[in-house]
């Protein structure tokens, strides 16, 4: 399985298939009822050698969703099945897992039907948007259509503003279908490659989030702790968040530096990021924003965290890192 997990893990693990020219199922679950290790909208790829990116369960039908992905990468047609373990045989004869619950799990081989499932969900994570879409069993045949704004919302405001509860079941389709919304990767920033970044960008990393860090001080973006993936900018916070393609889910202004993060909360005051975090204690934080003018703290004080991060315990940057990370990871799952 790949070290990046999360949505971006299976995009990446799938993305790289196709480019190599190799056979592999794209599996999602539709539905579920009761108690579930994964939920509607989770994603897992498997190769047609079984290998396996993205999990729908703790472990117990992984091999049951090799074997189906694998069937229909023999089969060249999309396929389901329901596994539940409601029953008290399941923990006797069945999976074992006593998780007391059901799914529904769809697989589309590529190349083949799954193709234009891959190219949406890519395309709606490239702009950093939702994708909403209907999946239904026509005929038996697992089926799938994208769904516009004006089908889907219904006087709902939910995917007007999807939030990033990723697979969120909204509601239930014409036709029987089931409309599901699954959420893009989440777009972090760093402003700043003090101690706590590299333990930050690591959880990130595991965690899936596209991850980007600036820094003027070219020496600290050079520590080997970073992953090898995360873009690096040796550039002033204003610069760094200036050519921004789309807008940042959440921006960490991490510098230790007074002028600097006084330079990062400026740029930031008018950008449309919805997590706004500042590292240091409640005084210093106090000293920035009286720096500011009173337009810059009214647009950016409703969004921002500061002190950034939960309350967790401990000292040091790994447990400063650990601490934004779950803070970031509750904001990002945050019901609607």
């Known amino acids: 399985m790949s070290a990046i997990g999360g949505l971006r893990g299976v995009l990446e693990a799938a993305s790289a298939l196709r480019a190599a020219g190799r056979r592999f199922a794209l599996a999602l679950v539709t539905d579920t009822e009761g108690s579930t290790y994964r939920k509607a909208g989770a994603l897992a790829v498997v190769a047609e050698d079984g290998a396996r990116t993205g999990t729908i369960s703790g472990g117990c039908l992984e ?13 060249g047609r999309p396929g389901h099945t329901v596994f539940d373990t409601r029953g008290d045989d399941d923990l006797l004869f069945g999976s074992g897992s006593g998780c007391r619950g059901r799914m529904r799990v769809l697989a589309w081989p590529l190349p083949g039907p799954g193709e234009g499932l891959l190219d949406a969900l890519l395309a709606a994570d490239a702009e950093g948007r939702a994708l909403a879409l209907v999946v239904s069993y026509e005929g038996g045949m697992p089926a799938w ?7 889907g919302t219904g006087g709902r405001p939910g995917l007007e503003d999807p939030g990033r509860d990723a697979g969120k079941l909204l509601v239930t389709a014409p036709a029987g279908g089931i409309l599901l919304r699954i959420a893009p990767v989440p777009k972090v920033r760093l402003l700043g490659a003090g101690p706590e970044a590299a333990p930050l960008l690591a959880l990130g990393h595991t965690l899936g989030w596209h991850l980007r860090i600036a820094d003027h001080r070219e020496g600290l973006l050079a520590d080997a702790r970073i992953p090898a993936d995360v873009p690096r900018q040796v550039q002033r916070p204003a610069a760094a968040l200036a050519d921004a393609a789309r807008p940042d889910d959440a921006v960490l202004v991490m510098t230790h530096l007074a002028s600097a993060d006084l330079e990062a909360l400026r740029a930031l005051a008018p950008l449309p990021v919805p997590y ?8 210093r934080r106090d000293e920035l924003l009286a720096r500011l003018t009173d337009a810059e703290r009214a647009a950016l004080q409703p969004r921002l965290r500061a002190p950034v991060g939960l309350f967790l315990g401990g000292e040091g940057p790994e447990a400063i890192a650990l601490a934004i990370a779950a803070d970031l990871q509750r904001h990002f799952h945050a019901k609607p």
């Open 63 to 75: 091999p049951a969703l090799v074997m189906l992905c694998q069937q229909v990468i023999a089969d």
């Open 145 to 151: 259509r994208l769904v516009d704004r004006e089908e």
């Open 276 to 283: 706004v975090g500042l590292l240091g204690p409640p005084g």
